[in-house]
């Protein structure tokens, strides 16, 4: 579904020549088709899943803060604006992120439902969480919160 969905939405933007749309899509298209290849070489035939697109989406996110980040204090507004841009078209394909009281919500509720006693079990409620809350939920946040409630 959200395969067809980028693929339908490169065409309207070509329809209306939305240069920075365009080229966000395909660069999102691009690493979707190798990250499918990658998985048809371990034995996929369909290519990745749907939980696997949302996080190469938030990945690609993660990785455009980044970069907004480096190229604020190298004086780079123009770069930095740019990458927002990529950050608006690759957002408008991934669920709504949780805030704060939503993701500590969840994170109880995980480590609840998997019995998780300490930080010992910090991978496995970690796991636990991509799986269940795959683009909806930043994990370099959850993974400190999720750390605050196993330690305490």
Do not use: C, N, W
């Not at 490169?10 to 088709?33: E, P, Y």
């Not at 970069?67 to 394909?93: C, F, H, M, P, W």
């Amino acid at each position: 579904m959200l395969r067809t969905q980028l693929k339908d939405s490169l065409k309207d933007a070509m329809k209306s020549k939305d240069k920075r749309k365009i080229s966000t899509l395909r660069l999102i298209l691009a690493t979707l088709h190798d990250r499918d290849l990658a998985a048809r070489e371990k034995g996929s035939d369909e290519g990745i899943s749907e939980d696997e697109i949302l996080q190469m989406l938030t990945t690609m996110v993660r990785q455009r803060k980044d970069s907004i980040k480096a190229y604020e204090e190298g004086g780079r507004v123009d770069l930095a604006a740019a990458e927002q841009e990529e950050i608006d078209v690759i957002s408008e394909y991934l669920p709504k992120q949780f805030d704060e009281a939503e993701m500590k919500s969840a994170i109880r509720e995980t480590i609840a439902d998997i019995g998780a006693e300490g930080l010992k079990d910090m991978g496995k409620t970690m796991g636990a969480l991509k799986s269940k809350y795959a683009g909806r939920m930043d994990f370099a946040k959850a993974s400190a919160l999720v750390k605050s409630e196993l330690g305490a």
